[in-house]
């Protein structure tokens, strides 16, 4: 038998949809989503596999993708990732196609999106997340949370110490999900 509290982490529901050239966000996108499992379900999906950005069923939408060119990439820099020696992701589908394609969101929903970036170019205006975060609040998505992980060159590898940063980062966003949830009304004890 479920308890109240299971029923309630149960019935919220995240989608972190990734881009990926060369393993480093796919990596983040899965502590993220170990992180937000703490307290809600969680579907992480590759942009090219992700269901159609429509929100409906989905309480949380997490978008993350590399930073190309200080911003989402475009099939022009996912082709020259490839051409660097990516060997994920694909040259069509990428995170900027998919959140420009997502439907307005239902009364509720919230939107986060994350970046990986090389630490070269640390201190450089401009990031995905940022970007993603921009078009969701467009559409009317109430942005919970943007965030930046880092790696020590185009093919990486991660910075020391991002992942559990990923995975604190999902729980916390998690936590802020479940406490916009109206509590549910307690029963009457009988006299």
Do not use: C
């Amino acid at each position: 038998m479920e308890t109240e509290a299971q029923t309630t982490q149960t019935a919220l529901r995240a989608l972190v949809v990734y881009e990926s050239m060369f393993g480093n966000t796919r990596e983040v996108a899965e502590a993220v989503a170990a992180g937000l499992s703490r307290h809600l379900q969680v579907e992480v999906r590759d942009v090219v596999s992700a269901p159609e950005p429509d929100p409906v069923g989905w309480d949380l939408i997490v978008a993350g993708g590399p930073t190309h060119a200080f911003s989402l990439s475009r099939p022009t820099t996912r082709a020259d990732a490839i051409n660097q020696g990516g060997t994920e992701g694909s040259v069509r589908a990428g995170l900027r196609e998919w959140v420009e394609r997502l439907s307005p969101p239902g009364q509720g929903q919230a939107f986060a999106s994350f970046d990986t970036r090389v630490t070269a170019v640390r201190h450089l205006p401009g990031s995905a997340a940022h970007k993603a975060a921009r078009m969701a609040h467009a559409l009317g998505f109430s942005v919970i949370g943007r965030e930046s992980f880092w790696v020590s060159g185009t093919p990486g590898p991660l910075v020391e110490g991002d992942l559990e940063r990923a995975r604190q980062w999902g729980s916390s966003l998690g936590l802020k999900i479940q406490s916009r949830r109206p509590a549910r009304s307690q029963p009457r004890r009988g006299v």
